[in-house]
């Protein structure tokens, strides 16, 4: 499990870990995550922090957060997340939609799944037992 601060962000395009996974399967260096603003609090997230990602209402991953840097200069600046291409499976979470990024507290995070894959269940399933509060 992550050990510092974490961002928590919608994954766009991708309604599945697999169809981001497809994604970027030409992809053998880390990712790179373009976002509009610079976190303020960067130094927190890169002492073990990791990107929770948001599939159709559900965390269901996380990638540990390498680096942060601003490209450019304003108005044009942005920042540039590099993100381990290891995909965490997490135990299927339900959260709302929102736009852009989120701090998301180590307190909060949902825990990992087996790397063998032990404790997978389908999303719906998954979604029911979050919220009668089963699981």
Same mark, same amino acid.
């Given at each position: ?6 961002m ?6 991708c309604d ?5 996974l ?20 960067? !130094?927190?997230?890169? /002492? ?9 209402? +559900?965390? #269901?991953? *996380? ?14 600046a942005?920042c540039?997340?590099?993100?381990d ?17 989120r701090?998301?507290?180590?307190? !909060?995070?949902?825990? /990992?799944?087996?790397a063998?894959?032990?404790?997978e269940?389908? +999303?719906e #399933?998954? *979604?029911q ?7």
């Amino acid at each position: 499990m992550a050990s510092g601060l974490n961002m928590l962000r919608l994954c766009v395009g991708c309604d599945t870990i697999e169809d981001l996974l497809a994604y970027h399967q030409d992809d053998s260096e880390p990712w790179l995550l373009h976002t509009r603003m610079s976190p303020k609090r960067g !130094d927190e997230l890169l /002492d073990g922090g990791s990107l929770y990602r948001i599939f159709k209402g +559900m965390i #269901l991953c *996380r990638q540990k957060i390498l680096a942060i840097r601003t490209v450019g200069e304003h108005p044009n600046a942005r920042c540039e997340i590099t993100l381990d291409p290891e995909i965490i499976r997490v135990a299927p979470t339900p959260r709302r939609a929102f736009q852009g990024w989120r701090y998301f507290e180590q307190k !909060d995070v949902p825990p /990992d799944l087996d790397a063998d894959g032990d404790g997978e269940i389908p +999303m719906e #399933l998954a *979604r029911q037992l979050r919220e009668a509060g089963a699981w």
